[in-house]
């Protein structure tokens, strides 16, 4: 996946089926489910594709037990569904994942006794495990941090777990491969319409040429998450608010606050929210919060008061308790919910469901949806292309698509070289031949520098930023660790990129500044 061979077939290829705005999760899987029905499909990524909400989710792939205790009958349905393709089409990248939920009353047992019950029987055959009551002395073994006091037992359950924004890296890829055209680093400047006022395509800009060319295409498909009113306010500057971003934050530790492989769900905090303490990687993420957003940021950063909020509801839980110098990192996403038709209705209460609209002049958006359902979001807009166009529907195969990267029976979360699947020989071959580029980068973390060179020549990583937090993933690990390996990361894509040294210093200056707003406050 070469940006320069994409940014120069797209400038000079300009009559498209489809032309998707937005690189994240859902404008990846609009990309995705096009190319599969053999369509003619673009997609142009502002900054780097996942670089906003994609890149900070909880790395979960669920049905939403939340959802399921809110009578959100269908969208538990439609996600367990693909939650089981995802595992099965991205195996590379995703696993089943036990998640205990400590009981410490009688109503607590039967409630989610019984309603973990039915979570299986609508997995149905892509079920990843039954779920189980399990004794104190079991769930002492399992968490043996856990708080003792009142404790009862516990129930058992599965759901997925992935690594996001490499997800969105290799879903790029699939599409190159299918047939489709990308390029991130590149932003729609207008919007272009015929004499009837109706969509035909896109003025865009290279961001790092400035160079602007035009895209013409049948459907333009506004999939830019919490950004998206700003695409339909270009399109009608009287177009009404779709979206109501809402922050979710969540915090890095060590694995020892719960030294198991086993998640833990809290099912209830002081909001009534759920709060997940997940493994992943070599640490361990907890989280999430909901506050409500006014205007949304491509760089948010947690409140000091959400920070607060996920050690105060988790020290409850753990022990030894988590203390604010235990956090490794912090990280903050926009949930781009559809907007309540109810002012007052709480963030928490908002469907996750997508939304799929079509305006006037014939732009369409996605609006909503999460990470799970990404690809059924996708095949959802991509079936109003035919209706717009008034030709037989052709039917989605993207059901069926492996993911660039997809190798059987291969544990991602044992090994980092095998995130890259497939393409692990490949880099290792890559180090055989070059072994100044078999060194390991940071005493604390496996990656090499061959996965630097590999991100530039094979992922379209352009800064310091999508290394370290898209590709490699360190800044979501460790910022400290992340903002000692930015210098040796910015030297190596200087030679590979061909920059000079004004360009190596403002890299490693720039990625210092986000790497700021991952810190604790």
Known sequence: MNRAEELNYLQSNTNWDVLVIGGGASGLGVALDGVSRGLKVALLEKSDFAKGTSSRSTKLLHGGVRYLAQGQIGLVFEALYERGLLIKNANHLSKSQAFVIPIYSFIDHLKYGVGLKIYDWMSKRLSLGKSEMISKKRMLRLM??????????????????????????NVAQTIVEQGGHIANYCSVNELLKDEKGMLIGVEAIDELSGKTFEIKAKMVVNATGVFGDKILKMDNPNAKKTIQPSQGVHIVLDKKFTASETALMIPETSDGRVLFAVPWKENLVVGTTDTLVKKPKLE????????????????????????????KAVFAGLRPLAKASDENEKTKEISRSHKVIVSESGLVSLVGGKWTTFRRMGQDTIDVFYKLNFIKKVDSCSKNLLIHGAFKDIDAFKNTIDVYGTDAPLLNDLAKANPEWNQQLHPNFPNKAVEVIWAVREEMAQTVDDVLSRRMRILFQDVNAAIELAPQVAALMKVELNKDTSWEQEQISTFNKIANKYKPI
Do not use: C, W
């Open 144 to 169: 043996p941090h856990i708080k003792t006091e009142g404790l009862r037992g516990g129930v058992m359950y599965y759901d997925g777990q992935f690594d996001d924004s490499r997800l969105a890296v």
């Open 300 to 327: 948010p950063q947690a409140l000091e008061s959400e920070v607060n909020f996920i050690l105060e509801t988790a020290q409850t839980y753990l022990s030894p308790t988590p203390q604010k110098e235990d956090i």
